[in-house]
T-cell receptor, first 113, second 113 residues
Framework: GDSVTQMEGPVTLSEEAFLTINCTYT??????LFWYVQYPGEGLQLLLK?????DKGSNKGFEATYRKETTSFHLEKGSVQVSDSAVYFC????????????FGQGTRLTINP | GAGVSQSPSNKVTEKGKDVELRCDPISGHTALYWYRQRLGQGLEFLIY????????KSGLPSDRFSAERTGESVSTLTIQRTQQEDSAVYLC???????????FGPGTRLTVT
């Protein structure tokens, strides 16, 4: 079945550092791809998405590009802030049936001031 | 408008007891999903409801797990004879239908002692 492999954490960075969290996927066809974020004590929120190859999703300074050739959807941000500390999940939505979300295992990000 | 709500927010139960978890989807959302998030892991799909169609139960881990939904309203997830490995956060999500964005509730944290 479809699967998502995500960079293992935890990741600790200093404020204003550059962030990359790697995500690769295995899927039938060309699924939509997502990054979700879970801030401490809060529910899961959609951060950004891309629905087809070469699409770039962006939100709150974060970006990710749908790379069909490398089956990747890496999350990047040029200058992280303390408020970006959270758990980040990469996910795909299956193209058949229930179109359920398939998630990576999550990456805990901590930003130090 | 109101988002997805879940109750209880926390549940501690003894091994062998039955538990019932509740999800109130966003009004008008025909699709409803249950996921499970074990500690330090990504979300696993459990079950999907779409309107009055037969549910997709392919993610339920054992016959101790069952779920119901009447039409487009509330859903309940029941776990019978709970085991320690059932300890997890159970998340519910709803969407307009399966092709649209899924909105997540805050989850129910289940602890089996």
């Amino acid at each position: 079945g479809d699967s998502v492999t995500q960079m293992e954490g935890p990741v600790t960075l200093s404020e204003e550092a550059f962030l990359t969290i790697n995500c690769t996927y295995t899927a039938t066809g060309y699924p939509s791809l997502f990054w979700y974020v879970q801030y401490p004590g809060e529910g899961l929120q959609l951060l950004l998405k891309a629905t087809k190859a070469d699409d770039k999703g962006s939100n709150k300074g974060f970006e990710a590009t749908y790379r069909k050739e490398t089956t990747s959807f890496h999350l990047e941000k040029g200058s992280v802030q303390v408020s970006d500390s959270a758990v980040y999940f990469c996910a795909l939505r299956e193209i058949q049936g229930a179109q359920k979300l398939v998630f990576g295992q999550g990456t805990r990000l901590t930003i130090n001031p | 408008g109101a988002g997805v709500s879940q109750s209880p927010s926390n549940k501690v139960t003894e091994k062998g007891k039955d538990v019932e978890l509740r999800c109130d989807p966003i009004s008008g959302h025909t699709a409803l999903y249950w996921y499970r998030q074990r500690l330090g892991q990504g979300l696993e799909f459990l079950i999907y409801f779409q309107g009055n169609s037969a549910p997709d139960k392919s993610g339920l881990p054992s016959d101790r797990f069952s779920a119901e939904r009447t039409g487009e309203s509330v859903s309940t997830l029941t776990i019978q004879r709970t085991q320690q490995e059932d300890s997890a956060v159970y998340l519910c999500a709803s969407s307009l239908d399966r092709y649209y964005e899924q909105y997540f509730g805050p989850g129910t944290r289940l602890t089996v002692t």
